[in-house]
């Protein structure tokens, strides 16, 4: 444990005899897509549980062993796709950590628990939930709130936005470096499949600092109007760690992100699932930097600091995100 926590969470940050994470601090530690280990205030937590590989093996410099050494109270889950729950069952059951999410995301994860293994896990909603609906709980001793929201989904061209198309060129050359294992392809292929289950926004709240982290960004003038409205009713966000990359960016660029800032109102936005976690489709997050940039300049004052994150190298980097 103590190894895995200096390294996720720095080396002056971990108490080197009990383990234990300074507790007057938020520190966050990236581990590919929307995936984050999180010391808040000295409660480690995992938000969200895939280490990414199958096309590419070793581009993270982490592994679901790692991350089950955190020890994390709990892993909550955005949404239920392989990209986000693939090894959630996995470090469940290494670490005791409770699965938080949906009822259908929740017994999806117990189902994926090797025989003789037990998940514990904690539902927080229902994939039939309206968009906007909310839960306030306490989980691991830390004051949050749940509200499901809507996945990315492709959207005819908004010609009253100013969002430009967003197209990117694969990162291909990640598949000649970090050439995949056959235990990772066969890991990756075994999740192709799994279905969202709904989609969680989360906002942890401790002190004067909060974090908002959602796993998608969907678009919501198209599919969920009343979900801004929704969002502004949270109380206010310090850091918002949101998901870039989403099917719409085709036709609408990054208007959907730019619009979950505009309700949430961060001080700090990070960008996240904006990374080559599947290349031939995805690329590197260098690439989203610009036009990132201009979504936040569009919101004017109240835009907020832009805290950029590119992979690989900002990959587990605690001292990126530490609050």
């Not at 409660?43 to 581009?59: C, E, F, H, K, N």
Request: glycine share 8%; with cysteine; aromatic share 8%.
């Amino acid at each position: 444990m103590l190894a895995a926590r200096q390294r996720h969470f720095g080396l002056s940050n971990v108490d080197k005899d009990t383990g234990e994470v300074n507790p007057r601090k938020i520190i966050l530690s990236w581990f590919g897509v929307s995936g984050f280990a999180m010391a808040f205030r000295g409660t480690v937590v995992l938000l969200d549980a895939w280490v990414p590989r199958g096309m590419i093996s070793g581009y993270v410099p982490t592994s679901p062993g790692e991350l089950a050494q955190l020890r994390p109270e709990a892993i909550f889950i955005g949404h239920g796709h392989f990209d986000h729950a693939g090894d959630a069952a996995e470090i469940a059951a290494a670490s005791g950590a409770v699965v938080v999410g949906t009822e259908q995301q929740c017994e999806q994860i117990q189902g994926q628990a090797r025989h003789g293994q037990y998940v514990r896990t904690r539902p927080v909603g229902d994939a039939a939930d309206a968009p906007g609906t909310r839960n306030d709980v306490n989980i691991a001793g830390i004051d949050l709130s749940v509200m499901a929201h809507i996945h990315s989904a492709p959207k005819r061209p908004d010609r009253e936005d100013p969002a430009k198309p967003l197209v990117t060129l694969p990162g291909a050359r990640s598949l000649i470096r970090f050439r995949p294992s056959m235990k990772d392809v066969r890991h990756l292929c075994s999740h192709l499949r799994d279905p969202a289950g709904g989609t969680l926004l989360y906002q942890f709240r401790g002190g004067d600092t909060s974090i908002t982290w959602h796993d998608s960004s969907g678009p919501i003038p198209e599919n969920a109007p009343q979900l801004a409205d929704d969002l502004r009713t949270l109380p206010d966000t310090t850091v918002e760690i949101g998901a870039v990359q989403g099917f719409n960016q085709y036709a609408n660029g990054l208007r959907d992100p730019r619009l979950y800032m505009e309700a949430l109102r961060p001080r700090v936005f990070v960008p996240t699932h904006h990374d080559n976690w599947l290349p031939t489709i995805t690329t590197r997050g260098s690439a989203y930097r610009r036009p990132l940039t201009r979504e936040i300049e569009n919101l004017g004052p109240d835009a907020p600091r832009l805290r950029f994150l590119s992979d690989p190298e900002d990959y587990v980097k605690p001292e990126l995100l530490t609050f």
